[in-house]
T-cell receptor, first 111, second 114 residues
Framework: GQSLEQPSEVTAVEGAIVQINCTYQ??????LSWYQQHDGGAPTFLSY????GLEETGRFSSFLSRSDSYGYLLLQELQMKDSASYFC????????????FGPGTRLSVLP | DSGVTQTPKHLITATGQRVTLRCSPR?????VYWYQQSLDQGLQFLIQ???????AKGNILERFSAQQFPDLHSELNLSSLELGDSALYFC?????????????FGPGTRLTVT
């Protein structure tokens, strides 16, 4: 089977740093992606890791360790607007894009 | 605004009925993906089309079918509807086919089966 695990909820205060972890077990692996979804909205792409290491995009960074089947999303200088659900997703093959999404982590940013 | 459009926004229908959801990808995108999101199942990949051909299949029921037309818009057909099919259905598009390509999601169609 294919499965991804994420914490269900995370709470932090404005200005803080938060890390959302994702572990995966999939039959194939062609990269780890992160998506953000606000309540009532559509998922929006945040980042992609195809190789081990850290990718930085503004306040957001994403890390991947393929040997550990593990990745994380790091959000810095948290803002109220960052309150949303965050999903990791694995592309299980590279011919098509058989995507498996994690269950999502609900981030609440408090003032 | 992602540039992906989906119609209708809301759909209410009865069990046993058939509905068609429509998706227009971003200009220039060749891949279209369909996802189902429900409270208990999370975001489930259903199927992907690339330039008119089926490319990948996920957890799509046999009662569901999809196609991508020459103008690249796509339709998802859901038949013999059951209460459990009530969910938010998203369409997404990307330039290419492969895990490195960012997917752009449409606003979704909320289906309610009564």
């Amino acid at each position: 089977g294919q499965s991804l695990e994420q914490p269900s909820e995370v709470t932090a205060v404005e200005g803080a740093i938060v890390q959302i972890n994702c572990t995966y077990q999939t039959s194939g692996f062609y990269g780890l992606s992160w998506y953000q979804q606000h309540d009532g909205g559509a998922p929006t792409f945040l980042s992609y890791n195809g190789l081990d290491g850290l990718e930085e995009t503004g306040r957001f960074s994403s890390f991947l360790s393929r040997s550990d089947s593990y990745g994380y999303l790091l959000l810095q200088e948290l803002q109220m607007k960052d309150s949303a659900s965050y999903f990791c997703a694995v592309g299980a093959d590279n011919y098509g894009q058989n995507f498996v999404f994690g269950p999502g982590t609900r981030l609440s940013v408090l003032p | 605004d992602s540039g992906v459009t989906q119609t209708p926004k809301h759909l209410i229908t009865a069990t046993g009925q058939r509905v068609t959801l429509r998706c227009s990808p971003r200009s220039g995108d060749l891949s279209v993906y369909w996802y189902q999101q429900s409270l208990d199942q999370g975001l489930q990949f259903l199927i992907q089309y690339y330039n008119g051909e089926e490319r990948a299949k996920g957890n799509i029921l046999e009662r569901f079918s999809a196609q991508q037309f020459p103008d690249l818009h796509s339709e998802l057909n859901l038949s013999s509807l059951e209460l459990g099919d009530s969910a938010l259905y998203f369409c997404a598009s990307s330039v290419g086919s492969g895990s490195t390509y960012e997917q752009y999601f449409g606003p979704g169609t909320r289906l309610t089966v009564t």
